[in-house]
């Protein structure tokens, strides 16, 4: 749910650092949470000489459409609208509802009738890397999967888990590290030297914009068929068995894989498959192995190149190949609606990000 944390106190400090970004130095501001939950709201007072601007903020967890808009209807009366990243369709329908907003990746735009008006882009204000300035490599992205799912990031620990060769593992983790997710507590060197994650937290949201910025790039084939009672059971029956026959690497994401790694939704529209790149090149083959044809809409199977060597490294659930838990959140946020509430609890249960 939207700003549960492991401390609350956590989530209101970290109101107060968003804030503190966005408004200049000079002004005071107080915060005050209202009640408890995810539904209670911050008071925000923000002391400008002998003038106060008082305002109601809520926390807007990653900061996507489907955050904004569960933010609004548990918090009636918000007036801005806090978050980790929010996206230009967050930011669009806020001020589509004359809602202002913060984030922690440098975006503030607060207009209120007292007369505080806060217009920022990223690059302004000191914050945490904003995604628009880290296009990632896929092996940064492969980097980052292995870290999020609790490979300890040194060289050697990188490479042997993913595969990637001994340059590109030392590239990804010093692009990690510059952008500020990864830090050596002492100046050592070697392919064994400690690096460590700094904010996990915030590698998981550059991670989710990353990977999403990926998948709007990727091709995709679509494929339709019948289900065989439902999808997940002719995906359990049917698809799973001739994709193993395959030999290959594949994993399915999406709402699917969110069912099977951490029940919430209980109808699985369209199945949402990664295949190996080989595979997914002879496309008539491939929809032959779904048992369905090769349409341009109407589809019920979207399928997708693998995006990393570690995505297919997931949990084998009823014979069925599950994405990383990582890559499904990520998937999840970027599908939004229903999904994005799947991705929030996914993320509670299985402790995504923290070596999940």
């Known amino acids: 749910m939207l700003g549960s944390m492991a401390d ?10 968003v804030l503190a970004m966005a408004l200049p130095g000079t002004l005071r501001v107080a915060v005050v949470r209202r009640g408890e939950g995810p539904g209670s709201g911050f008071e925000v007072t923000v002391e400008a000489g002998a003038a106060d601007h008082r305002f109601l903020a809520g926390w807007a967890g990653e900061g996507w459409p489907a955050d904004v808009e569960e933010m609004v209807r548990l918090i009636p009366g918000v007036e801005v609208a806090l978050a980790a990243n929010l996206s230009d369709g967050a930011r669009d329908w806020l001020a589509r509802r004359g809602i202002g907003w913060v984030d922690e990746a440098g975006h503030a735009e607060i207009v209120r009738p007292s007369g505080l008006v806060i217009s920022r882009e990223p690059g302004s204000h000191p914050s945490r890397p904003a995604a628009s300035s880290t296009k990632w490599s896929r092996s940064t992205l492969t980097a980052a999967e292995a870290a999020l799912s609790g ?17 590109a593992t030392a590239t990804a983790l010093h692009k990690l590290e510059r952008l500020g997710f990864l830090q050596r507590p002492q100046a050592l060197r070697g392919p064994m030297s400690g690096r460590r994650l700094a904010d996990t937290e915030a590698l998981l949201a550059a991670y989710v914009d990353a990977s999403a910025d990926q998948r709007s790039k990727s091709p995709k084939l679509l494929v339709h068929r019948l289900w065989v009672g439902d999808a997940l059971e002719t995906l359990r029956t049917e698809i799973a068995p001739a994709l193993n026959a395959t030999k290959t690497k594949w994993a399915a994401t999406g709402v699917a ?6 029940p919430y939704l ?31 809409r109407g589809q019920v199977i979207e399928v997708r190149p693998l995006p990393t060597p570690m995505t297919a490294t997931g949990p084998i659930v009823e014979g069925i190949h599950v994405a990383l838990p990582a890559r499904v959140y990520a998937d999840l946020l970027s599908t939004g609606g229903r999904a994005a509430e799947a991705a929030r609890h996914l993320k509670e249960v299985r402790g995504v990000g923290s070596g999940s």
Do not use: H, M, W
């Open 8 to 17: 609350p106190n956590q989530l209101e400090t970290r109101v107060r650092r």
């Open 151 to 167: 490979t300890v990031p040194t060289v050697e620990n990188i490479e042997k888990a993913t595969g990637l060769s001994r340059n």
């Open 257 to 262: 894989a969110s069912i099977l790694l951490a």
């Open 266 to 296: 209980s109808d699985v529209t369209t199945l949402d498959i990664y295949v190996d790149t080989d595979l997914f090149s002879d496309k008539a083959r491939l929809a032959s192995r779904f048992g369905g044809r090769i349409v341009e």
